[in-house]
């Protein structure tokens, strides 16, 4: 069974450092994009950025582009999203996402739990 | 970025009545390969997003046969044949055409009269 598993909430002030984790069993890591949602409270949804655990390859949407590092650790099957500094804006529910792919195992769409962090001073 | 336009952004019906959601691209979501790259998903009250439909008009794995998509190009639209209370949440259409600029329409929110 795929799953993805995603590090505890967080409550952070200003000008902190956060790494967030998600970590992906019951599938081959390193063979699927995983990427990173972005829900703010209230809000819509916003994909942040993506990454291929195979190599590495890592792509941002613009709006998030020099906001967040998005990572990976294949060794540990684990995916990362991380700020140097936080701000208030950054208050929100983040998901880590499989999104849609097609395999031998049919059609797969997996989201992780959520992990809910709180920037406040 | 393409912006996915939805209407309307709340929804309030009957159970037992059709509800339809309308989604438009800014721009076409058919790629070369062929496929149209729009998903609809479900999300429920404290709960991640469930793919509903994939590429336009698949049904994803466990979804109830009264959900339905449809659509070409940039104008794409969710039909639930008969709205059941379990269907309440929030509505999405995304596009992925683009990697990595995924993007959501607004949402729309579905309530049971």
Known sequence: ???????????KKPGESLKISCKGSGYSFTSYWIGW?????????????II??????????????GQVTISADKSISTAY???SSLKASDTAMYYCALPYYYDSSGPGDYWGQ???????S | DIVMTQTPLSLSVTPG???SISCKSSQ??????????????????????????????????GVPDRFSGSGSGTDFTLKIS??????????????SIQLPSYTFGQGTKLEIK
Not at chain 1, 57 to 65: A, I, K, M, N
Not at chain 1, 114 to 120: A, M, Q, R
């Open chain 1, 52 to 65: 291929y655990p195979g190599d590495s390859d890592t792509r941002y949407s613009p709006s998030f582009q």
């Open chain 1, 1 to 11: 069974e795929v799953q993805l598993v995603q590090s505890g909430a967080e409550v």
């Open chain 1, 37 to 49: 949602v972005r829900q703010m409270p209230g809000k819509g949804l916003e994909w942040m950025g």
């Open chain 2, 82 to 95: 008969r709205v059941e209370a379990e269907d309440v949440g929030v509505y999405y259409c995304m596009q």
């Open chain 1, 81 to 83: 999203l991380q700020w």
């Open chain 1, 114 to 120: 959520g992990t809910l962090v709180t920037v406040s």
């Open chain 2, 17 to 19: 009545q059709p509800a």
């Open chain 2, 28 to 61: 076409s979501l058919l790629h070369s390969d062929g496929k149209t790259y729009l998903y609809w998903y479900l999300q429920k009250p404290g709960q991640p997003p469930q793919l509903l439909i994939y590429e336009v008009s698949n049904r994803f794995s």
